[in-house]
């Protein structure tokens, strides 16, 4: 038996039966050899670690830009707090923790600079060319964008994670087109507790973000449920600590309420329902993975909250009014002079179109990439 059969034969004993096997993929779009070790799922996981997508994260906003400040949330330090909550629900439940770390990684790939105003924008520009949506452009990235091996364009993932990435939908996104995948089925049980683990990290780092900007004042959140209860845990365990340290122990005490919420109500719906296979998790009539009804009041309390009072901030709202003249800027100086692109993207013109070759090109940006774009071309005094 190979090291590989050892590992297949260890994980079809110790995952539940409603979890996704690695031996049991659909398999990639292009065939190539297994590793001798490493499942096919490990193997999505490292080759979407090592993607140039993947490290331009780094410099793209979650909701501050990054020269505000070097302790903000970035698109990639989202990112790997999704992966590690997504991994935590992952081995409570029995599932398989590649997978379900393979899909938290890759599930922010296609996010342009600027965060959920850099997204209106390009879909706005492209309205006209099937518009943008960034699941549908994580889809692009590892299907065609990435080149780093020599017999096909992308990263050749498997179908599992592919079809999470597509199916991928959280309060910001919408669904994207699912022609190449079982649209009538729901995705597997890794990549919704994904879509909850998404929702989990960014309404807590942005308590902690807002916090910290002061933004948002201890004393409004106070109207906020999970955050009152949560304080008022600390604060009696803890009434000497300085704000900061209570600060991080009310959003830690919020992470671990609603993650062990979400995943005791996965728990009960698949012992009240009887669900002992992937089939049965996929053709049932909505998601498994969810909060109670009481965690979705709450969880909803604080999203209100946020958006009126961070989201709907004045200061975040003149930063995404200059990144929608910044990325406007952009696009009608490569539509009216492609030649302005660099060359390889040129190339592409004539195979995918101008404007999806533009759109391509500002999607991949980071936030200073495209600061520094901009000044090159519209600053006499910048080099170019």
């Keep these: 038996m190979t090291e590989l059969e050892k590992i297949s034969e ?4 110790r995952l539940a039966p409603y979890a996704v096997k690695s031996k049991e993929t659909k398999g990639r779009a292009y065939k190539e050899d297994e590793h001798p070790f490493r499942t096919a799922f490990q193997r999505d996981r490292d080759r979407i670690i090592h993607s140039h997508a993947f490290r331009r994260l780094e410099y793209k906003t979650q909701v501050f830009v990054y020269h505000e ?25 029995g599932l398989n923790e590649d997978l379900a770390e393979a899909i938290a990684l890759a ?9 959920h105003t850099g997204e209106r924008i390009l879909d706005k520009l492209m309205k006209d060319e099937g518009g943008f949506e960034h699941n549908r452009h994580s889809l692009r990235i590892v299907e065609e964008l990435e080149t780093r091996y020599p017999g096909f364009r992308g990263l050749n993932l498997t179908w599992e994670v592919r079809e999470s990435i597509i199916k991928h939908n959280s309060e910001h996104d919408k669904p994207a087109e699912l022609e190449h995948f079982e649209i009538d089925k729901a995705p597997c049980l890794e990549a919704q507790i994904v879509d909850i683990a998404d ?6 780092h942005d308590i902690d973000d807002g916090l910290s900007s002061m933004m948002m004042t201890p004393e409004a959140l106070k109207e906020v ?25 009310a959003v830690l005490r919020i992470i671990n309420r609603q993650v062990t919420d979400m995943v005791n109500t996965v728990i009960s719906t698949i012992e009240d329902e009887g669900i002992d296979s992937l089939a049965k998790v996929q053709n049932r009539d909505g998601n498994i993975a969810r909060f109670s009804s009481e965690m979705e009041k709450k969880n909803i309390e604080l999203k209100r909250f946020l958006h ?8 975040v709202l003149r930063m995404a009014g200059k990144a929608e003249r910044i990325l406007t800027a952009l696009f009608e100086v490569y539509e ?13 013109i004539e195979r995918v179109g101008k404007k999806r070759v533009i759109c391509d090109y500002m999607a991949g940006m980071t936030d200073r990439f495209a600061l520094d774009e901009y000044k090159k071309l519209f600053d006499p005094y910048e080099r170019v």
């Design 336 to 348: 009216k002079e492609p030649k302005t692109l660099p060359p390889h993207f040129v190339e592409e």
């Design 308 to 315: 009126k009072n961070l989201y709907m901030h004045h200061r």
């Design 10 to 13: 260890l994980e079809a004993e």
């Design 199 to 204: 929702e989990i990290a960014y309404n807590n």
């Design 69 to 93: 400040g070097d302790h903000y949330r970035t698109r990639l330090t989202h990112t790997i707090e999704v992966a590690q909550i997504a991994r935590t629900a992952a081995r409570a439940l």
């Design 225 to 249: 449920s999970l955050w009152s209860e949560a304080m008022g845990e600390v604060e009696e365990a803890f009434p000497e600590a300085e704000f900061k340290v209570k600060k991080y122990q």
């Design 107 to 115: 599930h922010d790939l296609g996010h342009p600079p600027f965060g």
